[in-house]
Every structure is written in C-alpha cells, then in structure tokens.
C-alpha cells in the first residue's frame, strides 16, 4: 500500500506522517507531496530515514504535475493550505487527479460544520466535500476543530500570560492534532470501515480564560491572564499560525475571529471517542504532555 500526504511539510500532514511512521508504516510505503527542495529538507531533517524517493515535487494548480505524484498510490490524506483563495481548486484538482489514477480511498482533512457560510475558510471545504462526496471515489471526510497546539502552552506557563484573539470567556471546541493524526492512520490504514463518512472531531470544548486556568493550575501558577490582543496585531504578535498575504487571507481571517467573538464553535466529541476507543485528549492532559515535553 501506498500512501500520499499532500502538503506533507505542513503541520497537519507532519502529525500524520509522524504517527504512521511510528505505527510501522516503511518509508517506503508513504509518497510526500511538497513543492520545493527546500521542503523535502525540512521533513528529512524530522525524519532522516526517508530517502529522497519517498518525495514528489507537485503544486496542487499544476495538473502536469499532479499525475505522476499520484501514480500507483492507493491511499490519499489531502490537507489544503489554510486561507488561500484557490483552496478549492485546489481540492478539486486533487480529486480529479486521484480519480484518473485510480486512488482506492480519498481522505479529505475539512474542518468542523463546514457549513458556517459566513466563514470563508469553512465555506470552501464544504465545496470541496460535495466534490468529493459526488466523484465517485471512496472517501473518509474528517472534520476537525481548532488545535490545541494553536495556543502558546509553554509561552503562557513562561510568562504568566496567555495571548487571545478573541473573547476570552466563549466557548470554542479543540482538539488535539495527535489525535487527528491518530484517527487518521485508523483511516488511512484500514479504510473500508470508514468509506462515505465525515467524522466531527472534537476533543473538549473550553473558553481561553478556562484554558489559562488549566495552564495555571499544571503548572503550579498563582495565575495565567488572558492577554487580550488587538486585531490589527494578530499577525504581528504571533497570537495565530496563519501568515495570510493577500486580501482574501486577510479577510477569511477577519471573519473567521470576528465569528470566534460572537459565537465561538463549540462541538460534540462522542464521535472522537468512539473511534478513538478512549477519552480524547483534554485540556488539562495536553498543558500536561506540552510541559514535560
């Protein structure tokens, strides 16, 4: 079997390589999709028992390009980059692709109620779900909600204070991408059982001013504040991953903590449970490993 992770030197796509590396997956048995020289370095430099071969130079707007990537794979872990105008097509094209290739089973990391039209970011994974859902291909949709790892743990335990960019008191659902990754080498690996469905994952809900006091309380603190910071110093201070470089990036991300604000986006994680076979990762389980680590 033969597995594609698209976008592999991102940060989802790594968690995902680093979980099937470790659950006995050869490195011969995975095929990494990045766009430069540069991003197979940094991979190898994570993971030096992959050879050279195990990498495939693609950009998901080139079709030439995405023909031979996905040549003779079975299996493929599709992982768009965040905030880009042509996500979608992106996504569609990696679907056509996979479908000429005659890819067995296509996951699709989406994100959580792609349905929230008036987030850009999920508006346009739920154009590409319904691509996929009617292309004919096997497929496993998995729909994650904010990571864990988007808040600074070790930052905050260091400082006392942790950076918010939005209302510190909405709850707002997470999930911890070991998790994610976890669920995805179940899929990946054994993909039958899971053919035609989209998983919510959640892990636990929580508003940032009760992640402070997790924070606090692990690490043995009087208190954790919530630092709250001004939209226009988002990108500056750090407070997100997202490095949006155009207007439409810009605006997704707008909308995206304007929504954080007023509603947050709150979830259920019976469904992570179940196919987890145990309790998701909590809030208070992550500060813990992100500290000892």
């Keep these: 079997m033969t597995i594609l992770l698209t976008a592999a030197s991102g940060r989802t796509s790594g968690f995902v390589l680093r979980e099937l590396l470790a659950h006995g997956v050869p490195a011969g048995g995975v ?128 400082t006392g204070a942790l950076m918010c960019a939005y209302t510190p008191q909405v709850l707002q659902g997470f999930v911890d991408l070991a998790d994610l990754a976890q669920v995805a080498r179940l899929v990946l690996l054994d993909p039958a059982p899971h053919n035609r469905a989209r998983y919510e994952l959640v892990g636990e809900n929580m508003a940032l001013a009760d992640v402070a006091k997790t924070i606090a309380r692990v690490a043995g603190l009087s208190g954790v504040a919530c630092e709250a910071v001004p939209r226009s110093e988002i990108l500056k201070r750090g407070v997100v991953t997202a490095r949006p470089g155009s207007a439409y990036a810009t605006d997704a991300l ?39 680590n």
């Excluded at 992570?272 to 998701?280: F, K």
């Design 254 to 292: 707008d909308r995206m903590l304007y929504y954080y604000d007023k509603r947050g986006i709150p979830g259920n994680n019976n469904t992570l449970r179940w196919l987890l076979g145990r309790e998701p990762t909590s809030w208070e389980g992550f500060v813990r490993r992100e500290l000892q």
């Design 31 to 158: 095929r990494l999709m990045v766009r430069s020289e540069d991003a197979v370095r940094k991979v190898q430099a994570a993971h030096p028992q992959l050879p050279r071969s195990a990498f495939v130079i693609a950009d998901f707007l080139e079709a030439s390009t995405l023909g031979p990537a996905l040549a003779g794979v079975d299996t493929v872990f599709h992982n768009a980059p965040g905030f880009h105008a042509l996500e979608g097509a992106m996504g569609v094209a990696v679907i056509e692709a996979a479908k000429k290739a005659g890819v067995k089973h296509f996951v699709y990391c989406s994100v959580l109620f792609p349905v929230l039209s008036k987030l850009l970011n999920h508006d346009v994974k739920r154009g590409v779900e319904e691509f996929l859902i009617e292309s004919g291909l096997d497929y496993t949709i998995l729909e994650p909600t904010s990571f864990m790892q988007n808040m600074d743990v070790k930052g905050a335990a260091h």
